[in-house]
């Protein structure tokens, strides 16, 4: 049956270029991952905040190096794609990327973590700000999506300081190591 609309990116539109770097702030930016950043991985993966509202943990550094080499074919396959949040040394304090990409709708979900000793200096908004930016302005997105538990209110204030306009609540959509849990759903339109 043909299809009455045409997707609103062509396939290639995202994996066919390289993984952009991202500059974010003075000393702040984002990156591909690379096999060295598996120590910060299990930093992240150690924490109990991201494996609660990331429903996983990391168990060896095998799993950090298969962690942070998923991200090349996802990127390529055009289904998702992470950027390590970098300081001024190049080393890892956190990552945001999109997850869910859909060319047809030019839509993706978004995440974000931040390891526990760069918290509360604004790492997450501002990546967060900077990969919507680029995300509408030059990969041609149309629109971003972020959905956090009614319990991290955390993850709230971050998703409104950047912008994200909230849409309503999800009831008992998603399961946590607690049981279920309403989401509460954000967005922003390229417009
Ligand atoms: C949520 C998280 C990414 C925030 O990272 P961060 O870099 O510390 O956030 P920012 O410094 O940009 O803070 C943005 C806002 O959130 C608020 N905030 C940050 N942590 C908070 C907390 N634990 N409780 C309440 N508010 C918090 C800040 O005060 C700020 O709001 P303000 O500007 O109105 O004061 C980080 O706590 C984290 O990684 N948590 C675990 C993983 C997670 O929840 N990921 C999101 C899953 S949907």
Redesign the pocket.
């Known amino acids: 049956m043909p299809l009455l609309v045409a997707p609103a990116l062509p396939a290639g539109s995202i994996g066919g270029q390289e993984q952009p770097h991202l500059p974010v702030r003075p000393g702040l930016a984002l990156r591909a991952w690379r096999d060295d950043d598996g120590p910060s991985v299990r930093v992240?993966f150690n924490?109990p905040?991201?494996q609660?509202?990331?429903v996983r943990r990391l168990d060896s550094d095998d799993e950090a190096r298969a962690w942070t080499a998923q991200w090349a074919g996802r990127w390529r396959a055009e289904t998702a794609a992470s950027w390590a949040i970098v300081d001024a040394d190049d080393r890892p304090v956190?990552q945001v990327g999109w997850r869910g990409v859909l060319l047809a709708e030019a839509s993706a979900h978004l995440?974000?973590?931040?390891?526990?000793a760069?918290?509360?200096?604004?790492?997450?908004?501002?990546?967060?700000r900077a990969l919507t930016r680029w995300s509408f302005t030059r990969a041609g997105l149309h629109r971003l999506a972020?959905?956090?538990?009614t319990a991290?209110?955390?993850?709230?204030?971050?998703?409104?300081?950047a912008g994200f306009i909230e849409e309503g609540v999800a009831r008992g959509s998603v399961r946590h190591a607690d049981g279920w849990h309403d989401m509460h759903l954000h967005s922003r339109l390229a417009t």
């Open positions: 992240a924490c905040a991201i609660r509202w990331h956190g995440s974000y973590w931040v390891l526990p760069a918290r509360g200096r604004g790492i997450a908004t501002a990546a967060l972020l959905e956090h538990s991290n209110t955390a993850s709230c204030r971050v998703a409104a300081r």
